[in-house]
C-alpha cells in the first residue's frame, strides 16, 4: 500500500511495468505473452470512491506498443485519460516508455483496467480496480438483504478468462441459438485470477483443489466476477448454493436470486453468498465455469467445464475436504440471469439429461438499489435523437473476413483525436451517415452543442441486411458485448429475434430495417415497448446484443470526449467493429501539452490533472450533472491540518504516522486502497520519503 501527499490531499499511487514473458512456452496452459508486474494478470487495485489514483505504466516490451483503458470509469471532463491508443492518446512507445494515468475513482463498484492495443489483454495485461462504496451505501445493502454483515476483500475476487488454441472449426449449430460462425479458436480450459481450473472434480480432497475460495459457516460473502474472457460467454454456479447477484458493472442492484449467471466479455457482477449455517468444516463444493454450448448437436470437439471450490475452513483455503454425496448442479428449472438468447432449446428429444434453464435477462431482472440522483438525469424524458448501430460479419468476394457497424469497417487514425481537437475531422474520418461504398474510415458519431444535457439514444442490433449486392457472399450474425467508453448508461429494452423449439432462429427481429450502408430506422414506427428511464432502471457499461434481436440504451450528454464504443471481443474490433463517439466537442478541455506529440515520457501532475479536471469554463451547465453546483472541489483530506505533522520529526517517523492514519478503517467494510502487486515497493515508499523531505 503506497500513498504519498499532493498539495495537502491523500493520493493512491503505484506503478506497472509491462513485460514479454520469455518462458511462456515452459509455463504451459497458464502461460501468457505479457506480465504485469510480473504476475500472471495485473495486481488488484483496492481503491475508496472518488479517491485520486496515479499509475504509471512502463511499457518494457521489446516491439509494441501498448495503453491502458480503465473500464468502467467514466472520466468525468478528462476524456483524454480513458487510455485508448491512437483515439485518446498516443501509445506508449517499447523499449521503457513511460505514461502516468491519473483518474478520479468514479463509479464505485467492481471495474478493472486492461490494454487497448491488439489483443495485448486477452494475452495477460489485465487487472482488476475495485472502488469501494461509501459505508452507507454498503449498510444500505445489507439492510435490504436482512443480514448484519458481508465479508468483502480482495481473496473472493474472480478474474476468468479462457485458454484458447487453434483447431478444426466447429459445428455452426453449437450454440444453442446457431448464429455463432465457426471458429478455429477451441477452448482448451478456464482460468481464475490466472490459475488453471480442472476439468474433472476432485471429490475427495486428493489434491489441493486449487483456485479455491474459503468461507466460514453462517456468514455472508460478496464474490466479484470479471468477464476477462477473449470471447467466451461463460455459465458461473456453485453446486447447493444460490448465487444473489446484488451489483453488475459497478451499480448496486436489487438482489436478485440466481441459480446460475452468464457473463460476456467486459462485464462484472457481484453476488451474495449465504454460507450454510449447519455445515462441517472441509466441506467442500464445486464451483462451475462452463462454455454456453455445452449440450450441442454434432459436437466436434467438447464444450469446456472448469471447476474451482468453495471450502468451508475456519482457517483459510489451505486445506483439502470432500464433496458431499449429495451435492449436485441445478439441472431442472433453474433460473438463469443474462443468458445471450431469449431461452434454452427445449426440443431435448436427442439429449440425455439436458438442463432446464429459464432464462430472464438484466432489463428485467435488476433495477438500482440507489436510485440514480436527479442532477444525472434529464428534465427531458423524450430522446433528443435516437441513432442505430447494425454489428454484423462480412466475408467479401474477396474470402476477407471483417466485422463492421453499418457495413462500415473501423480503423484507428492515424492521429488522436484531442491532438487534432475534437471539433476538427481526423484525416479519413467518416461520419455516422456514411453511406458511400461502406468504405474503410475511423467511424465516428457526433453528439453536437444542441443535444448538451439531453437523452441520447442508441439502438445496437445485431440483424442482416435488408438488401444484398453482388459482391457480398455472407451476412453472418452474432451476439455481441458492447462496450461504451465514458459512461454507464440506462438499458430500456433487450429484443429477440423468434426461435424454433430447437434453439436455432426462425425469424430475425423485424422492428429495425438495416440498409446495406449507413444507420437503420425502426420499420413500423418506434415499439411501445421502450419505456423511459427512471430512477431505478439498469446502468452498465457493457451490455449483449442478441443475434437476430437488438438492445435500446440512453445515457445524457454531459461528458465532453472521445469515446469508443466497441464490441468487447478484441478480434472482433481488430478486424472491423468500432466506432467513435465525438460527444460535445466544443466544451472539451484540451489535454496537458506533453498529449500532444508522441514521446517516450508522458508524465502530468496531480495538481494539473485536478485544474482540468475541474474546469468547465467551456460549458459550466454540464458540471450540475457530475454533481456538482460549483468547480469541482479537490477531494476532502483525511487530515484537517497537514502541518499539524512535527517538521522536526525523523522522516522516517514522518512516513510511518502517515501510513498508520490511513490505515485506520476496518477492511472487511471499507477497506483503504490496496495497490496489491504494484512491483518495487521499497523504491515507492523510497519516492514518498523523498517527498517529505521536498515538503
Same mark, same amino acid.
Given at each position: 500500500?503506497?500513498?504519498?501527499?499532493?498539495?495537502?490531499?491523500?493520493?493512491?499511487?503505484?506503478?506497472?511495468?509491462?513485460?514479454?514473458?520469455?518462458?511462456?512456452?515452459?509455463?504451459?496452459? %497458464?502461460?501468457?505473452?505479457?506480465?504485469?508486474?510480473?504476475?500472471?494478470?495485473?495486481?488488484?487495485?483496492?481503491?475508496?470512491?472518488?479517491?485520486?489514483?496515479?499509475?504509471?505504466?512502463?511499457?518494457?516490451?521489446?516491439?509494441?506498443?501498448?495503453?491502458?483503458?480503465?473500464?468502467?470509469?467514466?472520466?468525468?471532463?478528462?476524456?483524454?485519460?480513458?487510455?485508448?491508443?491512437?483515439?485518446?492518446?498516443?501509445?506508449?512507445?517499447?523499449?521503457?516508455?513511460?505514461?502516468?494515468?491519473?483518474?478520479?475513482?468514479?463509479?464505485?463498484?467492481?471495474?478493472?483496467?486492461?490494454?487497448?492495443?491488439? %489483443?495485448?489483454?486477452?494475452?495477460?495485461?489485465?487487472?482488476?480496480?475495485?472502488?469501494?462504496?461509501?459505508?452507507?451505501?454498503?449498510?444500505?445493502?445489507?439492510?435490504?438483504?436482512?443480514?448484519?454483515?458481508?465479508?468483502?476483500?480482495? !481473496?473472493?475476487?474472480?478474474?476468468?478468462?479462457?485458454?484458447?488454441?487453434?483447431?478444426?472449426?466447429?459445428?455452426?449449430?453449437?450454440?444453442?441459438?446457431?448464429?455463432?460462425?465457426?471458429?478455429?479458436?477451441?477452448?482448451?480450459?478456464?482460468?481464475?485470477?490466472?490459475?488453471?481450473?480442472?476439468?474433472?472434480?476432485?471429490?475427495?480432497?486428493?489434491?489441493?483443489?486449487?483456485?479455491?475460495?474459503?468461507?466460514?459457516?453462517?456468514? /455472508?460473502?460478496?464474490?466479484?466476477?470479471?468477464?476477462?474472457?477473449?470471447?467466451?460467454?461463460?455459465?458461473?454456479?456453485?453446486?447447493?448454493?444460490?448465487?444473489?447477484?446484488?451489483?453488475?458493472?459497478? !451499480?448496486?442492484?436489487?438482489? @436478485?436470486?440466481?441459480?446460475?449467471?452468464?457473463?460476456?466479455?467486459?462485464?462484472?457482477?457481484?453476488?451474495?453468498?449465504?454460507?450454510? +449455517?449447519?455445515?462441517?468444516?472441509?466441506?467442500?463444493?464445486?464451483?462451475?465455469?462452463?462454455?454456453?454450448?455445452?449440450?450441442?448437436?454434432?459436437?466436434?470437439?467438447?464444450?469446456?467445464?472448469?471447476?474451482?471450490? *468453495?471450502?468451508?475452513?475456519?482457517?483459510?483455503?489451505?486445506?483439502?475436504?470432500?464433496?458431499?454425496?449429495?451435492?449436485?448442479?441445478?439441472?431442472?428449472?433453474?433460473?438463469?440471469?443474462?443468458?445471450?438468447?431469449?431461452?434454452?432449446?427445449?426440443?431435448?428429444?436427442?439429449?440425455?439429461?439436458?438442463?432446464?434453464?429459464?432464462?430472464?435477462?438484466? !432489463?428485467?431482472?435488476?433495477?438500482?438499489?440507489?436510485?440514480?440522483?436527479?442532477?444525472?438525469?434529464?428534465?427531458?424524458?423524450?430522446?433528443?435523437?435516437?441513432?442505430?448501430?447494425?454489428?454484423?460479419?462480412?466475408?467479401?468476394?474477396?474470402?476477407?473476413?471483417?466485422?463492421?457497424?453499418?457495413?462500415?469497417?473501423?480503423? @484507428?487514425?492515424?492521429?488522436?483525436?484531442?491532438?487534432?481537437?475534437?471539433?476538427?475531422?481526423?484525416?479519413?474520418?467518416?461520419?455516422? /451517415?456514411?453511406?458511400?461504398?461502406?468504405?474503410?474510415?475511423? +467511424?465516428?458519431?457526433?453528439?453536437?452543442?444542441?443535444?448538451?444535457?439531453?437523452?441520447?439514444?442508441?439502438?445496437?442490433?445485431?440483424?442482416?441486411?435488408?438488401?444484398?449486392?453482388? =459482391?457480398?457472399?455472407? =451476412?453472418?450474425?452474432?451476439? +455481441?458485448?458492447?462496450?461504451?467508453?465514458?459512461?454507464?448508461?440506462?438499458?430500456?429494452?433487450?429484443?429477440?429475434?423468434?426461435?424454433?423449439?430447437?434453439?436455432?432462429?426462425?425469424?430475425?427481429?423485424?422492428?429495425?430495417?438495416?440498409?446495406?450502408?449507413?444507420?437503420?430506422?425502426?420499420?413500423?414506427?418506434?415499439?411501445?415497448?421502450?419505456?423511459?428511464?427512471?430512477?431505478?432502471?439498469?446502468?452498465?457499461?457493457?451490455?449483449?446484443?442478441?443475434?437476430?434481436?437488438?438492445?435500446?440504451?440512453?445515457?445524457?450528454?454531459? /461528458?465532453?470526449?472521445?469515446?469508443?464504443?466497441?464490441?468487447?471481443?478484441?478480434?472482433?474490433?481488430?478486424?472491423?467493429?468500432?466506432?467513435?463517439?465525438?460527444?460535445?466537442?466544443?466544451?472539451?478541455?484540451?489535454?496537458?501539452?506533453?498529449?500532444?506529440? *508522441?514521446?517516450?515520457?508522458?508524465?502530468?501532475?496531480?495538481? %494539473?490533472?485536478?485544474?482540468?479536471?475541474?474546469?468547465?469554463?467551456?460549458?459550466?451547465?454540464?458540471?450540475?450533472?457530475?454533481?456538482?453546483?460549483?468547480?469541482? %472541489?479537490?477531494?476532502?483530506?483525511? @487530515?484537517?491540518?497537514?502541518?499539524?505533522?512535527?517538521?522536526?520529526?525523523?522522516?522516517?517517523?514522518?512516513?510511518?504516522?502517515?501510513?498508520?492514519?490511513?490505515?485506520?478503517?476496518?477492511?472487511?467494510?471499507?477497506?483503504?486502497?490496496?495497490?496489491?502487486?504494484?512491483?518495487?515497493?521499497?523504491?515507492? /515508499?523510497?519516492?514518498?520519503?523523498?517527498?517529505?523531505?521536498?515538503?
Amino acid at each position: 500500500v503506497v500513498k504519498v501527499v499532493s498539495n495537502g490531499k491523500v493520493v493512491a499511487k503505484g506503478k506497472m511495468t509491462i513485460t514479454r514473458n520469455a518462458d511462456v512456452e515452459k509455463r504451459g496452459d %497458464e502461460g501468457s505473452k505479457y506480465s504485469v508486474n510480473d504476475g500472471r494478470i495485473g495486481p488488484t487495485i483496492i481503491i475508496n470512491h472518488d479517491q485520486i489514483l496515479v499509475v504509471d505504466v512502463i511499457n518494457n516490451l521489446p516491439n509494441d506498443n501498448t495503453s491502458i483503458h480503465w473500464h468502467g470509469m467514466h472520466q468525468n471532463n478528462v476524456g483524454w485519460i480513458d487510455g485508448v491508443g491512437m483515439i485518446t492518446q498516443w501509445p506508449i512507445p517499447p523499449n521503457g516508455g513511460k505514461f502516468r494515468y491519473i483518474l478520479r475513482a468514479h463509479p464505485s463498484g467492481t471495474n478493472w483496467y486492461h490494454s487497448h492495443t491488439g %489483443e495485448q489483454r486477452d494475452n495477460g495485461i489485465f487487472g482488476a480496480l475495485i472502488v469501494k462504496e461509501k459505508r452507507e451505501v454498503v449498510c444500505t445493502l445489507s439492510s435490504r438483504m436482512k443480514i448484519n454483515s458481508i465479508h468483502d476483500n480482495q !481473496y473472493h475476487m474472480m478474474a476468468v478468462t479462457e485458454h484458447m488454441k487453434m483447431q478444426r472449426p466447429t459445428d455452426e449449430q453449437c450454440t444453442s441459438d446457431a448464429s455463432k460462425p465457426a471458429t478455429d479458436l477451441q477452448i482448451q480450459s478456464f482460468q481464475i485470477n490466472g490459475k488453471q481450473l480442472n476439468q474433472t472434480i476432485d471429490e475427495k480432497g486428493e489434491t489441493n483443489q486449487e483456485p479455491s475460495f474459503a468461507v466460514s459457516p453462517g456468514e /455472508n460473502y460478496r464474490f466479484r466476477v470479471l468477464g476477462a474472457m477473449e470471447e467466451t460467454v461463460i455459465r458461473v454456479s456453485i453446486d447447493d448454493h444460490t448465487l444473489v447477484v446484488v451489483a453488475t458493472d459497478g !451499480y448496486l442492484t436489487e438482489p @436478485f436470486e440466481a441459480d446460475i449467471l452468464h457473463v460476456h466479455a467486459g462485464e462484472r457482477y457481484d453476488f451474495i453468498l449465504k454460507a450454510r +449455517h449447519k455445515i462441517s468444516l472441509k466441506t467442500v463444493f464445486p464451483i462451475r465455469i462452463e462454455s454456453v454450448d455445452v449440450y450441442c448437436k454434432r459436437h466436434n470437439i467438447p464444450a469446456r467445464v472448469g471447476f474451482a471450490y *468453495l471450502k468451508y475452513s475456519n482457517s483459510g483455503t489451505n486445506i483439502r475436504g470432500k464433496v458431499p454425496k449429495s451435492s449436485k448442479q441445478c439441472i431442472k428449472d433453474c433460473k438463469a440471469l443474462n443468458c445471450p438468447f431469449a431461452a434454452y432449446p427445449v426440443d431435448h428429444k436427442d439429449l440425455t439429461n439436458a438442463p432446464s434453464y429459464n432464462c430472464i435477462d438484466v !432489463y428485467d431482472a435488476l433495477s438500482l438499489l440507489v436510485p440514480t440522483p436527479d442532477y444525472e438525469l434529464s428534465k427531458e424524458e423524450t430522446p433528443a435523437s435516437t441513432k442505430f448501430f447494425n454489428h454484423a460479419f462480412n466475408d467479401t468476394s474477396h474470402n476477407e473476413f471483417t466485422a463492421r457497424i453499418n457495413n462500415i469497417h473501423f480503423t @484507428f487514425p492515424k492521429t488522436p483525436f484531442p491532438v487534432r481537437g475534437l471539433e476538427n475531422r481526423v484525416k479519413d474520418e467518416c461520419p455516422y /451517415n456514411t453511406t458511400e461504398e461502406c468504405k474503410r474510415c475511423p +467511424h465516428t458519431v457526433s453528439v453536437d452543442q444542441k443535444d448538451q444535457l439531453k437523452p441520447i439514444e442508441f439502438v445496437l442490433s445485431s440483424l442482416p441486411r435488408e438488401e444484398k449486392f453482388e =459482391t457480398d457472399v455472407v =451476412t453472418k450474425l452474432g451476439t +455481441h458485448p458492447i462496450h461504451l467508453h465514458g459512461r454507464s448508461f440506462w438499458v430500456k429494452e433487450i429484443a429477440y429475434p423468434k426461435y424454433f423449439d430447437n434453439g436455432k432462429i426462425r425469424e430475425d427481429n423485424d422492428d429495425v430495417e438495416v440498409p446495406r450502408c449507413g444507420f437503420g430506422k425502426w420499420k413500423n414506427g418506434r415499439p411501445s415497448s421502450i419505456k423511459p428511464v427512471n430512477k431505478t432502471s439498469i446502468r452498465k457499461d457493457t451490455i449483449i446484443v442478441p443475434a437476430g434481436g437488438y438492445v435500446v440504451i440512453e445515457f445524457v450528454a454531459h /461528458n465532453p470526449g472521445s469515446w469508443l464504443m466497441h464490441c468487447h471481443i478484441d478480434h472482433h474490433l481488430e478486424v472491423g467493429m468500432g466506432i467513435v463517439i465525438k460527444e460535445l466537442p466544443k466544451c472539451a478541455n484540451p489535454p496537458p501539452s506533453q498529449f500532444m506529440k *508522441l514521446t517516450k515520457k508522458v508524465c502530468i501532475s496531480v495538481d %494539473e490533472f485536478l485544474e482540468r479536471e475541474s474546469n468547465f469554463t467551456l460549458c459550466p451547465d454540464i458540471k450540475i450533472a457530475v454533481g456538482q453546483k460549483t468547480p469541482r %472541489e479537490l477531494q476532502k483530506d483525511e @487530515f484537517e491540518d497537514f502541518n499539524s505533522f512535527n517538521d522536526d520529526a525523523n522522516d522516517e517517523s514522518a512516513y510511518r504516522k502517515l501510513k498508520k492514519s490511513l490505515d485506520y478503517e476496518e477492511e472487511q467494510q471499507h477497506p483503504r486502497s490496496n495497490l496489491r502487486g504494484f512491483q518495487n515497493g521499497k523504491a515507492l /515508499n523510497g519516492e514518498s520519503r523523498e517527498w517529505f523531505k521536498k515538503k
